[in-house]
């Protein structure tokens, strides 16, 4: 029976690592994998799936994914989608179709929340739909589990802004609630007051 995934980790948890592993496994089966990503995340150029540790393919667009026939979807064995944060509610919405519909398992990578730890909008569709919920897990500084993700600049952490804006980890850092709330990065970063 095809579920929907929704493996969701804090920045630096090897989502991306983790969603390039599954499709090389269904590769390396002589199974097709169908590798995808919401349009807006650019950062490592255009339909490609990059991750930190230098693992790169191809993809679609998820927003090419609503486009498709059902005989085009049925070529796969499984759907891969990362970043998928990013979706929207329509999109993720259409991921239950494939799996319900014409039965073929979709797994979805993403962070669950952002900077200010509010949900992203793909991230509470998935926590809503999805048939199952897996933590990717990664650590704080500190050596406690980090499930928030800061962003930063030169003077600290930032704590208002927009909710997407593009970065690594010259940008974001993997906390514990606690050092996410007390604002401290660790002892790697000095900041001028």
């Known amino acids: 029976m095809a579920k929907l995934y929704f493996r969701y980790g804090a920045m630096g948890s090897s989502k991306t690592a983790n969603a390039l592993m599954v499709e090389y496994n269904y590769r390396e089966r002589g199974k097709r994998a169908l590798l995808a990503k919401p349009a807006t995340d650019t950062r490592d150029g255009e339909k490609i799936v990059s991750s930190r540790m ?17 005989e085009q979807l049925k070529a796969y064995d499984c759907v891969i989608v990362d970043e998928a944060q990013f979706c929207s509610k329509e ?19 993403g962070l669950r929340a952002d900077f200010r730890n509010e949900l992203f909008p793909g991230s509470m569709w998935l926590l809503a739909w999805a048939d199952e919920i897996e933590e990717i ?10 499930k928030c993700n800061a962003r930063f600049n030169e003077h600290g952490i930032v704590r208002e802004g927009a909710q997407v804006v593009l970065g690594g980890n010259d940008s974001y850092i993997a906390l514990c609630r606690q050092h996410l709330k007390e604002g401290n990065l660790g002892p790697a970063f000095q900041f001028e007051e």
């Open 54 to 70: 230098g693992l790169k393919r191809n993809c679609i667009w998820t927003e090419e994914l609503l486009e498709m026939t059902d």
């Open 91 to 109: 999109q993720v919405e259409f991921l239950t179709y494939i799996v319900d519909e014409l039965h073929i398992p979709v797994i979805c990578y």
């Open 137 to 146: 897990k990664t650590v704080c500084w500190c050596g406690k589990a980090a």
